[in-house]
T-cell receptor, first 115, second 110 residues
């Protein structure tokens, strides 16, 4: 149980385009999901907390107008990178908790490359 | 700001040796998790420790939560090449979020 999926696993786009990444909890409902960003050989950095039915909470330094988060249902959160630039190239990972403990379960990640 | 300090940052040892990775903080956490991450994949949960002093074993991996719930350790016995990866500790300070350490990159040489 507690499986989280992400789609796509890899995406390459041109500078200036927008990219949407989906995060789904497959066998449980998640009122809260989290979006992380990871640069090579570094740890995970929390970008924002995605709340079902309400606005996301962004960490300091994360542009909410650039990284749009929508948590449309208890099993789906989406992250849209708008007007992507090469510096947005990174590994984006989502996670979700079951609500019964502090433990979070992570998706397999999405590798974004902006040319 | 609550921080989790992991040490060592890098560790390269021979197959069959034992090792310990540490995760320390000056703050109390309601729980600590250990994850292992391989390149190009998301972190995979290894264990969650909740009670101060708690010890959990997962085959050759032994996890301990400090009595004061401020630190944790991961001990691997007879390391194997398959243990190679990035080991991350993460703590829950009490709200929904978890905080990650910077990780320990472990490389087991065959």
């Amino acid at each position: 149980g507690a499986v989280v999926s992400q789609h796509p696993s890899r995406v390459i786009c041109k500078s200036g385009t927008s990219v949407k990444i989906e995060c789904r909890s497959l066998d449980f409902q998640a009122t809260t999901m989290f979006w992380y960003r990871q640069f090579p050989k570094q740890s995970l950095m929390l970008m924002a907390t995605s709340n079902e039915g309400s606005k996301a909470t962004y960490e300091q330094g994360v542009e909410k107008d650039k990284f749009l988060i929508n948590h449309a249902s208890l099993t789906l959160s989406t992250l849209t990178v708008t007007s992507a630039h090469p510096e947005d190239s990174s590994f984006y990972i989502c996670s979700a908790g079951t609500g019964s403990s502090d433990t979070q379960y992570f998706g397999p990640g999405t590798r974004l490359t902006v040319l | 700001t609550q921080l989790l300090e992991q040490s060592p940052q890098f560790l390269s040892i021979q197959e069959g040796e034992n090792l310990t990775v540490y995760c320390n903080s000056s703050s109390v956490f309601s729980s600590l998790q250990w994850y292992r991450q391989e390149p190009g994949e998301g972190p995979v949960l290894l264990v969650t420790v909740v009670t101060g002093g708690e010890v959990k074993k997962l085959k050759r991996l032994t996890f301990q939560f400090g009595d004061a719930r401020k630190d944790s350790s991961l001990h691997i016995t007879a390391a194997q090449p398959g243990d190679t990866g990035l080991y991350l500790c993460a703590g829950a300070p009490g709200d929904d979020k978890i905080i990650f350490g910077k990780g320990t990159r472990l490389h087991i040489l065959p």
